[in-house]
């Protein structure tokens, strides 16, 4: 069983940046698990925002944080960074990372295998 945790979310101006992290505990290797971050806003349906590879050499991004967002993984700490710039007041949302045996991208959500809490990310004006 994997579990995952995300941190770094927060109450920020619009403009500003936050680095976000998702921790896991308990896969045998980590590097075989793609990676993907989503976000919630209330009301509304859950979002892809961004997923990595599992050696972190491809990537992808939603077309709204393209050039703003970056996702990184670093293997050895079990650990995917995503990376917020310029932030705006519609990215506000729960920001949750998800992991899936995988060695492609994975964008949708039902194809991953484990999810964590989330972490809230609020964008004021």
């Known amino acids: 069983q994997v579990q995952l945790v995300e941190s770094g979310g927060g109450l920020v101006q619009a403009g500003a940046s936050l680095r976000l992290s998702c921790t896991a505990s308990?896969?045998?290797?980590?590097?075989?698990?793609?990676l993907g971050w989503f976000r919630q806003a209330p009301g509304k349906e859950r979002e892809f925002v961004a997923t990595?590879?599992?050696?972190?050499?491809?990537?992808y991004y939603a077309d709204s944080v393209k050039g703003r967002f970056t996702i990184t993984r670093d293997n050895a700490k079990n650990t995917v960074y995503l990376q917020m710039n310029a932030l705006k007041p519609e990215d506000t949302a729960v920001y949750s990372c998800?992991?899936?045996?995988?060695?492609?991208?994975?964008?949708?959500?039902?194809?991953?295998?484990?999810w964590g809490q989330g972490t809230q990310v609020t964008v004021s004006t």
């Open positions: 308990g896969p045998d290797d980590f590097s075989a698990y793609a």
């Open positions: 998800a992991a899936k045996t995988s060695r492609t991208l994975v964008l949708m959500p039902h194809e991953y295998h484990y």
């Open positions: 990595i590879t599992w050696s972190g050499a491809y990537t």
